[in-house]
């Protein structure tokens, strides 16, 4: 019997499994699933969110405001279409139970199996309220309905449509990131962010249509970096060139050639961190000579505590916003500039905590206004110092919380020492020079798996701050790129080992497949 942690008795949360027994779900393969199948099925989830991604929300106004803008590339939508929600319904409840479990306002101890299939059927509810709660709030004044919409069903109706419309694509998400994960390769919640960012860092390095309207120029050039760079040096004479040319081609957004830079650097890091690794030498207990290895990554909670962390960040922006914008007239909270002050008709906050939550995007947005009085217009009216304060403050809050996401994820993702040592015992290997106890076992992974989680969220949260910091192309976030070359070789390795146990079955059996 699953007893609640400490207490002896079972968590009040047992109330809810009567529904969690009947909530719809996709089931789970009864045997293996082919490979062949299982890149089918990831494949038509990828081509129905591009799809999906282009069809646009019926009834909505053309003066419409994009609470998410700037999280665009870890929310993984697109702005005023169906999937104008995206991963973010997903990601906030995996974030709420995270967060409850872990304040021990939820007792269930994840380590039982009957306490984590509540724990994973209620997320599933939660996820689902979640949907509302962030649909909600978008059709006041963000998604605003048309007003033939209006006229045709009255406001209230109109409303309605809209919400109606974004549960149904934040509805879908969910789907397909179930049947991703139990009938394709990977995870659908990573699989829609790199598909996402992907798009819009070959789009902001090689669209040659101009940045804004009409004919191109040089006051008007292509948005991508490469045709941009080319045009202004075909276009420009020397003279203009130095006189503010290569300003605007090397800094000046959008997609400067510093940004492609940026983009690179964080490419080539990041592959390096993903091949680099711990090897725990491995023999089997009954046939001799039969050696191995058991890897544990460097970057060993991979890219989870980072999406946790910024989906997390995506929130407290939005909320701030609708108390400032929205709900001014809620005591203390309502209308305050110390919660987080936005301009009329922007998204991002210029004062207040909002502000020293949301990190700095580029060097022209930080580095460049502490230096030259010409770019002061992206301090918001703030003293260099504060800019400062902010990355400080930023910084220190993205790796905490980084760190307690990624040790939390480890251990419900059966990645904790215990489980990867039943994994090790249960296919019959040891580590040579100890005895065959998975005590003894679990005390050795003990000594690398804490340490490495720890390690690697830090590591993955800086490697996002400082891209952040340095810009990147196709404005999709230094943590979107991060995200999305992360997500890109994992699901190589995914693939390759998906082939490898179609090719040797046995395999299944040691990775816990079967």
Same mark, same amino acid.
């Given at each position: ?24 779900? !996709? ?19 990828? %081509? ?56 021990? !306002? ?56 809209? !919400? ?92 400067? %050639? ?93 004062? @207040? ?49 980084? %760190? ?19 994994? !090790? ?7 040579? @020079? ?52 992360? %997500? ?27």
């Amino acid at each position: 019997m699953a007893k609640g942690e400490g207490t002896g008795e079972k968590s009040k949360l047992y109330a809810l499994k009567p529904i969690v027994e009947r909530w719809p779900a !996709i089931k789970k393969p009864k045997g293996h699933v082919h490979f062949r199948q299982k890149i089918l099925w990831t494949a038509a989830c990828l %081509i129905l969110y591009y799809i999906l991604t282009e069809v646009l929300l019926y009834g909505v106004s053309p003066e419409q405001l994009d609470i998410f803008s700037g999280y665009r590339a870890i929310i993984a939508g697109a702005s005023g279409s169906v999937m104008h929600l995206g991963i973010g319904p997903i990601v906030t409840g995996s974030i709420i139970m995270q967060l409850f479990v872990g304040a021990k !306002i939820i007792k269930l101890d994840l380590q039982n199996e009957e306490d984590k299939a509540l724990y994973q059927g209620v997320q599933k509810v939660v996820i689902m309220v979640m949907i509302l709660v962030e649909a909600i709030p978008q059709v006041f004044g963000y998604l605003s309905p048309s007003d033939s919409l209006i006229s045709s069903l009255g406001t209230t109706g109109a409303r309605s449509v809209i !919400i109606a419309q974004l549960f149904m694509g934040g509805f879908i998400v969910f789907w397909m990131d179930e049947l991703i994960s139990k009938w394709g390769i990977g995870s659908g919640v990573s699989l829609f962010i790199a598909a996402g960012v992907s798009q819009a860092i070959i789009t902001g390095t090689f669209n040659w249509l101009p940045q804004g309207e009409g004919a191109l120029s040089i006051s008007n050039p292509p948005a991508g970096t490469i045709p941009k760079t080319f045009y202004m040096v075909n276009q420009m004479s020397l003279g203009d060139l130095v006189g503010g040319g290569f300003e605007r081609i090397f800094i000046s957004p959008p997609n400067p %050639i510093i940004a492609l830079i940026g983009t690179a650097i964080i490419f080539l890091v990041v592959v390096y961190a993903e091949s680099s690794r711990v090897e725990l030498p491995l023999t089997h207990a009954r046939v001799r000579g039969a050696r191995g290895r058991y890897p544990l990554r460097l970057l060993y909670a991979s890219n989870i505590p980072v999406i946790l962390m910024s989906a997390l960040l995506a929130n407290v922006n939005m909320f701030a916003l609708l108390f400032y914008t929205r709900l001014s007239n809620i005591p203390v909270l309502g209308g305050a500039w110390w919660v987080g002050k936005f301009p009329a008709g922007s998204t991002q906050p210029v004062a @207040g905590a909002a502000w020293y939550l949301n990190g700095p995007q580029g060097l022209y947005s930080w580095l460049f206004p502490m230096i030259d009085p010409k770019y002061s217009q992206y301090l918001s009216g703030h003293d260099p110092w504060q800019m400062v304060v902010r990355i400080l403050v930023y910084s220190t809050i993205f790796i905490i919380g980084a %760190i307690f996401f990624g040790k939390f994820w480890i251990e419900t993702t059966n990645m904790g020492p215990e489980a990867v040592a039943r994994q !090790i015992e249960s296919s019959g290997m040891q580590i040579p @020079g100890f005895r065959r106890d998975p005590r003894i076992l679990k005390k050795v992974l003990y000594r690398y798996i804490p340490a490495l989680t720890v390690l690697s969220s830090v590591m993955v949260a800086a490697l996002a701050i400082f891209a952040d910091l340095i810009g990147t192309v196709g404005n999709t976030s230094g943590t979107g790129v991060l995200l999305t070359v992360g %997500i890109v070789i994992r699901l190589y390795e995914q693939i390759a080992r998906e082939q490898a146990m179609e090719m040797h079955p046995v395999l299944r059996k040691f990775l816990g497949v079967e």
